[in-house]
């Protein structure tokens, strides 16, 4: 007698959230919408180089390697500040 394989489906739930925004916000959240992204574009290009080294083994980047490697550029943010 022939198992067959087992599959589990999940259902999947999307929710779309509407918010009004203060005019007066615009500014903060398009200079903090820029950091977001320059951050994401240099954690891309981190994670691409590491993947691809010069000498060495490959190597794939985690969070925790990411949040190490970017601890100093914390400091340059405007919007995001650590307190």
């Known amino acids: 007698m022939l198992m067959k394989p087992m599959t589990i489906e ?4 999307i929710r779309t959230l509407r ?3 203060k005019t007066e ?10 950091e977001v992204n320059q ?4 954690a891309n290009a981190t994670s691409a180089k590491a ?3 010069f000498a060495g083994a490959a190597k794939w ?3 925790f390697d990411l949040d ?3 601890a100093a550029a914390r400091m340059r943010c405007i ?3 650590p307190r």
């Not at 916000?25 to 820029?34: D, F, G, K, Q, T």
């Open 61 to 63: 980047l985690t969070g």
């Open 19 to 21: 918010l009004k925004v």
């Open 10 to 13: 999940v259902p999947t739930c």
């Open 39 to 42: 951050v994401w574009n240099w």
């Open 25 to 34: 916000s615009y500014p903060w959240l398009n200079s903090a919408a820029v």
């Open 79 to 81: 919007n995001f500040r």
């Open 68 to 70: 190490k490697l970017s």
């Open 51 to 53: 993947t691809r080294p």
